[in-house]
């Protein structure tokens, strides 16, 4: 007997052979919050984070055929996402931008090295010491979206302010972050270019909880 496909395989494998349209929809549903605070970490506006998901799953719907292709779902999405967030912030600028039609069906992201998975531990309990150093109001506001998942708009009820005041709030929070985790990793390897790229590339990562450790 075969071994049942997992639940994403399966939409997607509904989505391909059949253009079933709710098993579309329920992938969307799965990774729309995930993929919306990912492409927050690029162009801070959540309208238009709304957009660049909005408009890769068009895309990915366009190319429906290939999705079996897709060798890691997680990674194509969220590299999809990258891609599409420079492509908004490049064009803001009237910058030459990557097509996210260019992007491979069977691209694959690298594998944790020793080097890298060492540095995701690191960096996770460095974000976990930056949090605790917010002020006040800016802890609660990145708990309750980062770490319990809450919505902007649930979260501005709560506190009883505006959610653009939330979006300033979580801006104010990934940059104090950031720049603790730089500060570390400058602190503990002078000179060290080479680990301080990959960290800036593991930050969004993290701060977005694309990678676990």
């Known amino acids: 007997m075969e071994a049942a496909l997992p639940p994403t395989a399966l939409l997607v494998h509904r989505i391909a052979t059949a253009d079933d349209r709710r098993a579309f929809g329920e992938l969307f549903n799965f990774y729309h919050p995930r993929l919306l605070k990912f492409s ?43 891609n599409q967030s420079l492509n908004y912030l490049q064009k803001a600028e009237n910058q030459p931008t990557v097509a996210l039609d260019d992007l491979p069906a069977h691209l694959t992201v690298e594998t944790l090295t020793p080097e890298r998975t060492l540095l995701v531990s690191e960096l996770q309990a460095e974000i976990h010491r930056a949090v605790e150093k917010l002020p006040p109001q800016c802890k609660i506001i990145f708990k309750l979206i980062r770490e319990d998942g809450l919505k ?62």
């Open 152 to 213: 902007y708009k649930q979260v501005a009820e709560i506190l009883g302010i505006s959610v653009k005041t939330i979006e300033v709030q979580i801006g104010i929070a990934i940059k104090k972050i950031s720049a603790d985790l730089q500060a570390h990793l400058a602190a503990g390897r002078p000179g060290a270019t080479r680990t301080l790229r990959l960290a800036q590339a593991l930050v969004p990562l993290l701060l977005a909880g694309g990678l676990v450790g």
């Open 40 to 82: 927050l970490l690029y162009v801070k506006s959540r309208e238009l984070a709304e957009e660049v998901v909005s408009d890769v799953f068009f895309k990915i719907w366009q190319k429906r055929a290939t999705l079996p292709e897709v060798k890691n779902l997680d990674s194509y999405l969220y590299i999809s996402i990258k």
